[in-house]
């Protein structure tokens, strides 16, 4: 069978996701910056903070899957407790170039899963300008305007999830017509290492409030097996769209929601 490339399996999501792939039978190729200590598959170290730590990854994957590629999970990803350029790359440039340097791999039936958030639900007031940042050409030049907007720069965390649901209508656009499907996943809380940042950077009351609200924070496997759903040929037919997997908690607070 053809593999598939996920990003993040170091931790969290992303470790959760390949366990359960691989209990599914698919062939894995991992992309992280840390070394998982036991991985399913075939490994690939990578920074995907820069355009070059992309490249070389996307190179590493292709030599690894000669035959081609059956997909790509995007769930690397850092908090906005990072600089604002870092999470800005890896959150939106890193998933766009990866995306487009596998992109020719992709057999026919392929599927692209990237992870946004459930800070990203109302996204759709200012879709046109997530778009038309994160589909700028030249991506240095992009990064150089919106952060000089503060609003932004201290927010980036916020923007770059707006912007990956924008972008996974792009992208699926750009696929569509090589039957490649581009879905997002917005998680709410998840009990991950990146929890303990959120909690810096959106007050840790705010966060806890959302556990004592559901019952709990959401388990990596609750969103592993979201995107597993849209990674299989059991989703067909959706395309260009996106799964809330938040236990509700948009739905019950609207935007105040994490
Ligand atoms: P995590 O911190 O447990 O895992 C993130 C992984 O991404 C780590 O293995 C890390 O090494 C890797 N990574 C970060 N920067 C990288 C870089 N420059 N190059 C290569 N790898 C890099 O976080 P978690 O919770 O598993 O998050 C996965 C995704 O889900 C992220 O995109 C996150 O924004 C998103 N998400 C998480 C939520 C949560 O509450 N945990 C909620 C909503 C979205």
Known sequence: ALPLAITGVASGIGAATAQLLSSQGYALIGID?????????EFVQADLST???VSEAAAKVIA???????GLANIAGVPGTAPARVVLSVN????RELTRALAEHFT????????ASSVAFNWRVN???YASFAMAADQEAALDLVLADTDIAENSYLFSKHCVRAMTEQLCAELLPQQVRVNSVSPGPVETPILADFKKDHGTDKVNSAAELLGRFASPQDIASAIAYLLSPQSEWVNGTDIRVDGG???YRGSTAL
């Open 33 to 41: 910056r840390t070394t998982p200590e036991d991985f399913p598959g």
């Open 51 to 53: 355009k070059q730590g």
């Open 64 to 70: 690894l899957a000669p035959q081609g590629l059956r």
């Open 92 to 95: 939106v440039f890193a998933v």
């Open 108 to 115: 026919a039936g392929a599927t692209v899963v990237n992870l």
């Open 127 to 129: 879709a046109a300008a």
């Open 249 to 251: 908690l948009v739905a």
